[in-house]
DNA sequence: CCTTGACCTCAAGTTAAGTTGAGGTTGTAG
DNA sequence: CTACAACCTCAACTTAACTTGAGGTCAAGG
């Protein structure tokens, strides 16, 4: 019963297509094992990795990200409490800081797209639109769901 | 003074790359008319358009659905207030959408990431993890900042 | 007049996150 | 022991949102 999964299991339990399953363990953020026939074979451990992975790509977290958090999991064992709470204070602080900025998006646009005030210096878009100036032309920017 | 601006000018005051510019307006979501000489010149609303399309943007709303909203926007002349209003309002809603699922990931997070909890079947990593099979393969998520 | 910087178009390249397909192997059920 | 589903690898394709480059035009200063 505790048994070790394949990846058609995996892909199932977790609702991540068998290719997106290969394609994380190509950017590390998973692992497998093969058996003697060279299949994959997962521990139990890996439907928690995905489901973390899939929440966090959700809230606009990319890949690469997400494997820099999972970096600091443990490599040989599995997880324990303790890894996956030093995880989840990290995604916290984040989350705490996506949120406060979309509050503040969210408020300055009530108070803002429609108020005419891209005439005065204290408008938040207004702001934005001449100090941004200084970033130039740039890196792509990440795309997220 | 209130002079058309040249696509330098508009990258210059809205911080994205001329390239850019030419790229939005092959999208829809700007417009310019021409000079004699074929050169582009914007009226200066085309700056909130733009401050406005980076901050949709950075809460993770793709081109496309600006463009959408944008559409709603008057062809021939400059928005009024009552038409930035109503985008104002459109927006509102899908960034009180968004805060929400933030917080309700960040709050399921805390309970749950480092709780052991999933072995039962309240949690609500869990249940996404067994639920979204019904999801199967399907397409590309969006990727933004 | 000539140079230099800003513009123009169009095609091709880039990154993220996967998917799709071809060609071949494994494992299990009948 | 033979189907047939599930697995394997590797290369190529996809979408979004741009950037980069080539090859050529426009405009303002000296």
Redesign the pocket.
Known sequence: MTRE???????KRSG??????????T?GLIR?H????????YSRDVLRRVAI??VA?DVG???????DAFASLPDGRTPTREDWTRLSTAWKADLDHRIRQLQKLRDGLGDCIGCGCMSITACPLRNREDRLAAKG????????Q
Not at 34 to 41: D, I, L
Not at 61 to 67: F, G, K, Y
Not at 137 to 144: D, I, M, T
Request: charged residues 20%; hydrophobic residues 45%.
């Open positions: 999964l394949t990846v058609g299991e995996v892909a991540v297509a068998v290719s997106a399953l290969h394609f994380y363990e950017r497998s093969r058996t003697e026939g060279n299949q994959r074979r992975l899939k790509q977290i990319s890949l690469a990200d997400i494997a032309p740039g890196a792509h920017r990440l795309v997220v």
